[in-house]
């Protein structure tokens, strides 16, 4: 079976709705390809590795979290943006990419899938646009709980535990590149903030209100909303759909 590529995207911002974020950059189908869809591969991040293996799985589109094109780019393309999209169009690949919009779907979405992972299910929202996740939690400790992210993500993660003997019974999370949202977690009443990256004046904070911030990698918490809508969407359209990891230690 295919699905042809305005049909496709109909779902995709159907199921996502990208119009009720300011985002970053556009969302939707940001380079077209063929008119008829039957295979689909979804990805983290629309490097080139990724179109590469796209194309040795014959895909006819590609989904991904991170797009091509950003806010305040320069704009020209040269160098590996023009290599990255000269093997889209050789190959008729559309690419789809969905940014904000794919980290808050209530169900499929990176925040819920993350959660999913870790046992925990969203009760509130905190943070910019509502996009930072609230639970209630069961660690005894900071430490417990970076032990269990660790486990399930099976990679190491950076934790500032400022209060070793503080449990954790609130849980604030927001995949990728969120660490703006602590002072919000730490507002919202939460004992612990998981996101992807930590910048130097996190640190800090957590040490002074005794918060912990588990930083646990930007693509390692942010790879499991992708496959999540592409497979529901595919098997919605009746279209294979293959999901390729490409790893990354950010």
């Known amino acids: 079976?295919?699905?042809?590529?305005?049909?496709?995207?109909?779902?995709?911002?159907?199921?996502?709705?990208?119009?009720?974020?300011?985002?970053?950059?556009?969302?939707?189908?940001?380079?077209?390809?063929?008119s008829e869809i039957r295979r689909i591969v979804s990805g983290v991040t629309a490097s080139r590795a990724l179109i590469e293996a796209a194309i040795d799985a014959r895909a006819d589109a590609i989904f991904v979290h991170h797009g091509l094109f950003w806010r305040g780019m320069d704009g020209r393309i040269t160098g590996w943006l023009k290599e990255r999209i000269r093997l889209l169009l050789?190959?008729?690949?559309?690419?789809?990419?969905?940014?904000?919009?794919?980290?808050?779907?209530?169900?499929?979405?990176?925040?819920?899938?993350?959660?999913?992972?870790?046992?925990?299910?969203?009760?509130?929202a905190f943070g910019d646009q509502n996009l930072g996740w609230?639970?209630?939690?069961?660690?005894?400790?900071a430490?417990?709980?970076?032990?269990?992210v660790q486990t399930v993500l099976g990679r190491s993660t950076t934790l500032v535990n400022a209060d070793a003997a503080r449990p954790v019974r609130k849980l604030a999370w927001c995949t990728g590149g969120a660490q703006g949202f602590f002072e919000a977690a730490i507002a919202a009443g939460a004992d612990a903030f998981i996101t992807g990256?930590?910048?130097?004046?996190?640190?800090?904070?957590?040490?002074?209100?005794?918060?912990?911030f588990i930083a646990a990698g930007h693509h390692a918490t942010e790879r499991y909303g992708a496959p999540a809508v592409t497979d529901y969407v595919a098997r919605e359209c009746g279209i294979e759909h293959q999901w390729i990891e490409i790893d990354n230690p950010a």
């Open 1 to 34: 079976m295919s699905i042809e590529r305005n049909n496709l995207l109909s779902v995709f911002n159907g199921l996502l709705q990208p119009e009720r974020f300011k985002d970053y950059g556009p969302n939707g189908l940001q380079v077209e390809g063929k």
């Open 90 to 124: 050789a190959h008729d690949i559309n690419l789809f990419a969905y940014h904000l919009p794919l980290d808050a779907h209530a169900e499929l979405g990176n925040n819920a899938q993350l959660g999913f992972k870790l046992g925990v299910k969203g009760q509130a």
């Open 134 to 141: 609230l639970a209630d939690a069961d660690f005894a400790s």
């Open 143 to 148: 430490d417990a709980l970076n032990s269990h």
């Open 197 to 212: 990256e930590i910048s130097e004046p996190q640190a800090h904070l957590a040490r002074e209100t005794g918060v912990s």
